[in-house]
Nanobody, 116 residues
Framework: QVQLQASGGGLVQAGGSLRVSCLVSGSIFSATGMGWYRQAPGKQRELVAR???????QYGDSVKGRFTISRDNAKNTVYLQMNGLKPEDTAVYYCKSGWSIAGGYWGQGTQVTVSS
């Protein structure tokens, strides 16, 4: 059974940084694309960043230049480094297996709150 466990969220002031992690078990992690999505209250879930099995990356327009997605295949973990955080980045952040939003598995989500 595939399981994704996200961690690392928290409360940070605007302009600060956080790194969230997602540990994946039960799958061939190195062969799987991974993504981070977020959902703010009253808004649709949106793509933040995704990384292919070969390391190609793609970012949502609102986070380009501030966030960096990476992966460590030896640790079955995908990371999202968030710098220059803004209050509008406040959301629950979810990791997901697979390149597209369809299919795959979702983690439980981790709350990121950015105070102004």
């Amino acid at each position: 059974q595939v399981q994704l466990q996200a961690s690392g969220g928290g409360l940070v002031q605007a302009g600060g940084s956080l790194r969230v992690s997602c540990l994946v078990s039960g799958s061939i992690f190195s062969a799987t694309g991974m993504g981070w999505y977020r959902q703010a209250p009253g808004k649709q879930r949106e793509l933040v960043a995704r990384i292919s099995s070969l390391g190609a990356t793609q970012y949502g327009d609102s986070v380009k230049g501030r966030f960096t997605i990476s992966r460590d295949n030896a640790k079955n973990t995908v990371y999202l480094q968030m710098n220059g955080l803004k209050p509008e980045d406040t959301a629950v952040y979810y990791c997901k297996s697979g390149w597209s939003i369809a299919g795959g598995y979702w983690g439980q989500g981790t709350q990121v709150t950015v105070s102004s």
